[in-house]
T-cell receptor, first 110, second 117 residues
Framework: DAKTTQPPSMDCAEGRAANLPCNHS???????VYWYRQIHSQGPQYIIH???NNETNEMASLIITEDRKSSTLILPHATLRDTAVYYC???????????FGGGTRLMVKP | GAVVSQHPSWVICKSGTSVKIECRSL??????MFWYRQFPKQSLMLMAT?????????EQGVEKDKFLINHASLTLSTLTVTSAHPEDSSFYIC?????????????FGPGTRLTVL
C-alpha cells in the first residue's frame, strides 16, 4: 500500500472549516484514499473514502487532486468534539489491512 | 452504523497472569477481525488478522504464542495475552470488516486498556 504523509498537528477555530492535507504521491490506480479519526482513548472511526472523484457525506468532504497524489479532508464547521487524530490511509479496496501512520492531531479551539 | 464491542474496557493484572479480551460485532457478521495495539502517543500497530475458523495471521515481531487469538464465530474474536508483563501494558483495539461490505470500511471497538503491574 502506498505511503502517506500528513502534518503532525493542526489547530482550527471552532465553527471554521478544518482542512487536513495528505500526500500520497506513490498511490497506484487501484488504491483508494480512506480517512479515519481517533478521539482520545477511543477506537478509530471511519469518516470517508474516495478513489478519484470528490466525495461528501454527513461528516466531511474529501477532495482528491486530479493526479491523485494528494487529498484534503474538509470538516466544514469544526466543533470542539472534532478534536482528534486524523489518519489518511491508502489501500486497495479489496484489501484487508489498514496501516496507520502518524496522522494529524487536530485541535479545535474555542 | 455497525457496532463493535470489547470486553473488558479496562483491566489491571499482576505480572505473569493471562488476560482475555473479547471483541464482538453486535449487528453484523465479520469473517475477518483485526487486533491492534497502541502505546501512549503512538499510532495503532496491527498485531494480527483473525479469520473465522482458521489460524490468525500475525505481523512480524508479534509472538503468536504470547498473543493467542481465537475467532470461533462470525461475531466473536478473542485475544489472550499470556503471562503478561509490564511491557505488555497498552491499549488493545479490535476492528471488524462486515461480511457484506463492498469496500474496506472497518468498524473499531472502543478499546481495552491493559495495565500490568
Amino acid at each position: 500500500d502506498a505511503k502517506t504523509t500528513q502534518p503532525p498537528s493542526m489547530d482550527c477555530a471552532e465553527g471554521r472549516a478544518a482542512n487536513l492535507p495528505c500526500n500520497h504521491s506513490t498511490i497506484s490506480g487501484n488504491e483508494y484514499v480512506y480517512w479515519y479519526r481517533q478521539i482520545h482513548s477511543q477506537g478509530p472511526q471511519y469518516i470517508i473514502h474516495g478513489l478519484k472523484n470528490n466525495e461528501t457525506n454527513e461528516m466531511a468532504s474529501l477532495i482528491i487532486t486530479e493526479d491523485r497524489k494528494s487529498s484534503t479532508l474538509i470538516l466544514p464547521h469544526a466543533t470542539l468534539r472534532d478534536t482528534a487524530v486524523y489518519y489518511c490511509i491508502v489501500i486497495y479496496n479489496a484489501g484487508n489491512m489498514l496501516t496507520f501512520g502518524g496522522g494529524t492531531r487536530l485541535m479545535v479551539k474555542p | 452504523g455497525a457496532v463493535v464491542s470489547q470486553h473488558p474496557s479496562w483491566v489491571i493484572c499482576k505480572s505473569g497472569t493471562s488476560v482475555k479480551i473479547e471483541c464482538r460485532s453486535l449487528d453484523f457478521q465479520a469473517t475477518t477481525m483485526f487486533w491492534y495495539r497502541q502505546f501512549p502517543k503512538q499510532s495503532l500497530m496491527l498485531m494480527a488478522t483473525s479469520n473465522e475458523g482458521s489460524k490468525a495471521t500475525y505481523e512480524q515481531g508479534v509472538e503468536k504464542d504470547k498473543f493467542l487469538i481465537n475467532h470461533a464465530s462470525l461475531t466473536l474474536s478473542t485475544l489472550t495475552v499470556t503471562s503478561a508483563h509490564p511491557e505488555d501494558s497498552s491499549f488493545y483495539i479490535c476492528s471488524a470488516r462486515p461480511l457484506t461490505s463492498g469496500h474496506n470500511e472497518q468498524f473499531f471497538g472502543p478499546g481495552t486498556r491493559l495495565t500490568v503491574l
